[in-house]
Every structure is written in C-alpha cells, then in structure tokens.
C-alpha cells in the first residue's frame, strides 16, 4: 500500500465525516423549524438550544483539529474520536426532545435514546485514551487495565440492547413518551469508573505535564460529571454533552495556544541548530583557491532541519589533504549533536600529527566508545590525499564504496575493505589501502541516502543508477558531478517525501 493511497484515503473519510458533521447541524436545524419552537416547552427549547450550539462549535473543533491531526500526527487523534462522539450525543439529544410524545415516532425515539445512551461510555473510553496519550503513559499495569475497560465497554454496549427488551435504562411508551427506568443509575456506572481511572491516571502522573494542562484535564473530569449528576436528579435536562463541548472547547483553546508557543520555541531551537550544523561543514567553494592540484565540490541536503550526515576536508600540511564523509545513525537532533562530536574528534585527531587513516579511525572509536551511552554509531570513509604525488591512503569504516574515476576509465564502484563503524565497540583495528590518483582522475563520495533515495513506488534508486548519473557527463567538474546525481535522483523519486539526509563530495585530482 502507498502512502499516496493512504493519503487519499484519509482525504475521503475526512470528507465524507465533514459532510456528516454538516448534514447533521442542517437537518436538526430542519427539524427545529418544521416541529416550531413556540409549540416546545420552556425545558425542550433550553436543551435544543443548547444542542444545536453545541454542535455548531463542534464542527468548528473538528476542523481545527483536522488541521492540528496534519501539523502534529496522533496527538490529536483521540481528541477527534471524542469530539465526534460528543456531536452525536448532542444530536441524539436534540431528535429525542423532538420526538418525545409522538407516537408515530416511537422507534425513531428507542433507536435514538439507545444510540444516545452508547455515546456515554463510549465518550468516557475516549477520554481515558486521550490522557493516556497526553501524558505519555505506558505500563503493564495501565495496559491491564486498558483492556479491562475495552471489555467493559463491550459490556455496556450489551447491556443497551438488553434494555430494549428490559426497559431497564429507560423506556418509550406506546404513547412515544421516554421514561427514565429504574436501573438508570446503572446505565451511568461505566462512566463514571471510566472517569475516576482517567482522574487517578492524572493525578498520578500530574508531573509529565505542566500544571495549566493538568488543570484542563481535571476540569473535563470534575464539570460533565457534576453536570451528569444534576442532570439525572433533575429530569427534564440533558445538559451533559452541551457542558462537555464547552469542556473540549475550552481544552483545545488553551493546549492549543500552548503547543503553538512550545513549536514556536522548538522552530527557533531547529533553526539555531541547522544554523550552528552548516556553519560547521565548509560550503564555500572553491574550498581552496590558491590550490591549482586539485578541485573539490561536496552538499548536504538533511531530511530533517537537521541531520546526522557530514563531510568535511582540511589541510593537514601543505602537502596533505584529508577528505571525509560520514553516516551518523538516527536522525534530528540527537543525530546533529553525534554528528559535531564525531566531526571535532576526526578533525583534532587527524591534525594531531603524521597518522594513517587507519591509525586516526582507531583512535576516535575509543574516543566515541568511552561513554557512548546511548550506543550511537557513525560510518566513516577517511582519506588522506598526497597531493605533491596523487597517493590517496584511505580507511572505510562501515562507510558506503566509493566511486573512483581512474584514467580513461568511467566512473565505477571501488569495494575497499571495510572495518566496523566507529562507536560499535572498542579495540577495532581498521586498515589503510591506496590508490593512485593521475590528473584527471576523481573520487566520489556520498552517504546512503544517494542509493537508498526511495520513488513513491518504494522503489530505491540504487549504485548503479548512481554509476550511471555519475557517467553522464564523467570528465565534468565536481560541481557538475554532483548536479547530475542530484538531478537523477530527484526524477527517479518524482517529488516523493525524502527519509534520509543526502550528502556528497566529488575531488578531481589535477596533479602539478
């Protein structure tokens, strides 16, 4: 299945739940009009009132927290679930009142009252799952009891179709008047331990979250709970989905306001950080403009504001210059911050004084290997060019093969022997080779992100449709080297969503 499909899919149920939403506020507005207020009693036009208004602010929270579904994933998703619920609670309301009392009706007003009592646990369900997802909760414990209360609610659904035989919540008479039953009471348990699970989860985790958002969610607990209970010891009203919408309201307002000033200061955190990544990594070229032996051109693009990719070059000597390219694994963040560490110790240790590449890997995985606790790793391809002669002394570790141009030749895969990834374990011995570079000849480097370049049809773009970018035009400059893979790469994807950072570096030895 593609994500394209996937997309789609998504845009036809939330099309066709917008149109729902939007059909029912019109046909209970119909319904209003045909049965006219003045022939409604002063209890009925109070709670129409209130459900039509309810409704219309939650077609309005529906939409706000589409919008927020797309900015920030799930962490609204069980928000939605309980707002639909909500809008189909205050519509069962709203047709109960309008039908109450007629006979031609009486099914009409069962089926309602029926679907209307199922929105109440359902909504409490909804919530329990919402604060688990707010406060970030996992646990044997709270997983037992999340099941627990998924074959509860299965029990309640049960128990609202016995009650069409049994009369027990509540009954419609021939005359197509609802009576509360006797076991109404019963009807609201579930509810209410649903509710006082999510109340002890709060309270208990209260320190994952600021205390303006613990406050929210304990008002949702404590208000439609006292709003149910008046509403059942004063009949006539049936206030508790109008209160728990003005809840919602009021819940996404504030958290809303507050994640929009949270992402505001991680954007800015994001942007100081790409900020401080690219003034790390040369990228003003020509890298060396009095250096005639030699020409050299290398990007970045990170999937993320920032990434784990980095290449980099520096002149030991007048006569050696040592090229890098390196795969950080992970991404974001945590990625960057590996990402500097790796980059300073490569940099200090290779200009500490004449070592081999081999020698200089060895000795930066001890660096990374004491204290790597969170058991990140980074490949790396080191190579330390002679530039007086064209010898190139280089060490793999872990990293992807480079591509050489050597002589008349076009570009093709050179497979070095490659070590183990620097941060994998201590005590890894890694080994040099050599290639001679003639005038004329290049190197080229890149991270997996140029092979593993996935299209819409997940298929990944691969070596050798690199090979053959790279063979487009092989006696190019760097700079054209590079934007030829570049240009294969992006028609082989055709816009697809780019997963991971996409870096390369060309050199193209011209000797003396």
Same mark, same amino acid.
């Not at 003045?38 to 589409?66: E, H, K, R, T």
């Not at 008047?177 to 009471?185: F, L």
């Not at 030699?294 to 000597?317: N, Q």
């Given at each position: 299945?593609?994500?394209?499909?996937?997309?789609?899919?998504?845009?036809?149920?939330?099309?066709?739940?917008?149109?729902?939403?939007?059909?029912?506020?019109?046909?209970?507005? /119909?319904?209003?009009?045909?049965?006219?207020?003045?022939?409604?009693?002063?209890?009925?036009?109070?709670?129409? @009132?209130?459900?039509?208004?309810?409704?219309?602010?939650?077609?309005?929270?529906?939409?706000?927290?589409?919008? =927020?579904?797309?900015?920030?994933?799930?962490?609204?998703? *069980?928000?939605?679930?309980?707002?639909?619920?909500?809008?189909?609670?205050?519509?069962?309301?709203?047709?109960?009142?309008?039908?109450?009392? =007629?006979?031609?009706?009486?099914?009409?007003?069962?089926? #309602?009252?029926?679907?209307?009592?199922?929105?109440?646990?359902?909504?409490?369900?909804? /919530?329990?799952?919402?604060?688990? *997802?707010?406060?970030?909760?996992?646990?044997?414990?709270? *997983?037992?009891?999340?099941?627990?209360?998924?074959?509860?609610?299965?029990?309640?659904?049960?128990?609202?179709?016995?009650?069409?035989?049994?009369?027990?919540?509540? @009954?419609?008479?021939?005359?197509?008047?609802?009576?509360? $039953?006797?076991?109404?009471?019963?009807?609201?348990?579930? +509810?209410?331990?649903?509710?006082?699970?999510?109340?002890?989860?709060?309270?208990?985790?209260?320190?994952?979250?600021?205390?303006?958002?613990?406050?929210?969610?304990?008002?949702?607990?404590?208000?439609?709970?006292?709003?149910?209970?008046?509403?059942?010891?004063?009949? $006539?009203?049936?206030?508790?989905?109008?209160?728990?919408?003005?809840?919602?309201?009021?819940?996404?307002?504030?958290? *809303?306001?507050?994640? $929009?000033?949270?992402?505001?200061?991680?954007?800015?955190?994001?942007?100081?950080?790409?900020?401080?990544?690219?003034? @790390?990594?040369?990228?003003?070229?020509?890298?060396?403009?009095?250096?005639?032996?030699?020409?050299?051109?290398? @990007?970045?693009?990170? +999937?993320?504001?920032?990434?784990?990719?980095?290449?980099?070059?520096?002149?030991?000597? #007048?006569?050696?210059?040592?090229?890098?390219?390196?795969?950080?694994?992970?991404?974001?963040?945590?990625?960057?911050?590996?990402?500097?560490?790796?980059?300073?110790?490569?940099?200090?240790?290779?200009?500490?004084?004449?070592?081999?590449?081999? +020698?200089?890997?060895?000795?930066?995985?001890?660096?990374?290997?004491?204290? &790597?606790?969170?058991?990140?790793?980074?490949?790396?391809?080191?190579?330390?060019?002679?530039?007086?002669? $064209?010898?190139?002394?280089?060490?793999?570790?872990?990293?992807?093969?480079?591509?050489?141009?050597?002589?008349?030749?076009?570009?093709?895969?050179?497979? =070095?022997?490659?070590?183990?990834?620097?941060?994998?374990?201590?005590?890894?011995?890694?080994?040099?080779?050599?290639?001679?570079?003639?005038?004329?000849?290049?190197?080229?480097?890149?991270?997996?992100?140029?092979?593993?370049?996935?299209?819409?049809?997940?298929?990944?773009?691969?070596?050798?449709?690199?090979?053959?970018?790279?063979?487009?035009?092989?006696?190019?400059?760097?700079?054209?080297?590079?934007? &030829?893979?570049?240009?294969?790469?992006?028609?082989?994807?055709?816009?697809?969503?780019?997963?991971?950072?996409?870096?390369?570096?060309?050199?193209?030895?011209?000797?003396?």
């Amino acid at each position: 299945m593609t994500e394209s499909f996937i997309d789609k899919k998504k845009r036809v149920d939330v099309t066709l739940t917008s149109l729902t939403y939007i059909g029912l506020i019109i046909l209970s507005i /119909f319904l209003v009009w045909k049965k006219g207020l003045p022939n409604l009693q002063d209890p009925y036009i109070i709670n129409v @009132s209130i459900d039509i208004f309810g409704m219309l602010v939650g077609y309005i929270l529906f939409i706000c927290a589409l919008i =927020d579904i797309q900015k920030t994933g799930a962490n609204y998703k *069980n928000y939605l679930y309980l707002l639909n619920v909500t809008f189909l609670g205050l519509f069962c309301d709203l047709v109960s009142w309008l039908v109450d009392g =007629d006979p031609s009706l009486r099914l009409i007003n069962i089926i #309602d009252n029926t679907v209307y009592y199922v929105c109440m646990p359902t909504a409490a369900f909804f /919530f329990w799952l919402y604060v688990r *997802n707010v406060l970030r909760v996992e646990s044997k414990m709270i *997983n037992i009891i999340g099941k627990i209360m998924q074959w509860l609610l299965i029990v309640a659904m049960i128990s609202r179709i016995v009650n069409l035989k049994t009369g027990m919540f509540f @009954s419609v008479d021939e005359a197509g008047v609802y009576t509360r $039953g006797p076991g109404y009471q019963v009807s609201m348990i579930y +509810a209410y331990l649903t509710t006082i699970a999510s109340l002890v989860l709060i309270v208990k985790y209260r320190k994952n979250l600021p205390t303006y958002k613990i406050v929210i969610l304990l008002l949702y607990v404590i208000v439609p709970t006292l709003a149910g209970i008046f509403a059942a010891r004063v009949y $006539g009203l049936s206030i508790s989905y109008g209160v728990i919408m003005l809840i919602l309201l009021f819940m996404y307002c504030v958290l *809303n306001i507050a994640q $929009g000033r949270e992402k505001a200061m991680v954007d800015r955190e994001l942007s100081m950080a790409t900020a401080i990544q690219e003034g @790390s990594i040369p990228h003003i070229f020509p890298a060396f403009p009095g250096r005639k032996e030699f020409d050299l051109f290398a @990007s970045m693009d990170p +999937a993320k504001e920032v990434g784990g990719d980095f290449y980099d070059y520096f002149l030991i000597d #007048d006569d050696h210059l040592a090229i890098v390219m390196a795969d950080v694994s992970g991404k974001g963040v945590p990625a960057a911050l590996f990402m500097m560490a790796s980059k300073i110790m490569i940099g200090n240790t290779s200009k500490l004084g004449k070592m081999d590449p081999a +020698a200089i890997l060895q000795t930066v995985n001890e660096q990374i290997c004491d204290g &790597n606790t969170q058991e990140m790793f980074v490949t790396v391809w080191l190579g330390i060019l002679e530039i007086s002669t $064209g010898k190139l002394t280089a060490a793999n570790a872990g990293h992807e093969y480079p591509a050489v141009k050597l002589g008349d030749k076009n570009f093709e895969l050179y497979k =070095d022997k490659h070590g183990l990834v620097i941060g994998g374990m201590p005590g890894v011995k890694y080994t040099d080779y050599e290639i001679m570079l003639k005038p004329g000849d290049a190197l080229f480097l890149y991270t997996d992100g140029v092979p593993e370049a996935t299209s819409a049809d997940t298929e990944l773009f691969g070596t050798d449709r690199m090979i053959e970018a790279l063979n487009r035009v092989p006696d190019a400059a760097p700079e054209d080297v590079l934007a &030829n893979v570049r240009s294969g790469v992006d028609s082989f994807v055709k816009g697809a969503e780019q997963f991971d950072d996409l870096t390369m570096l060309c050199l193209k030895y011209r000797g003396n």
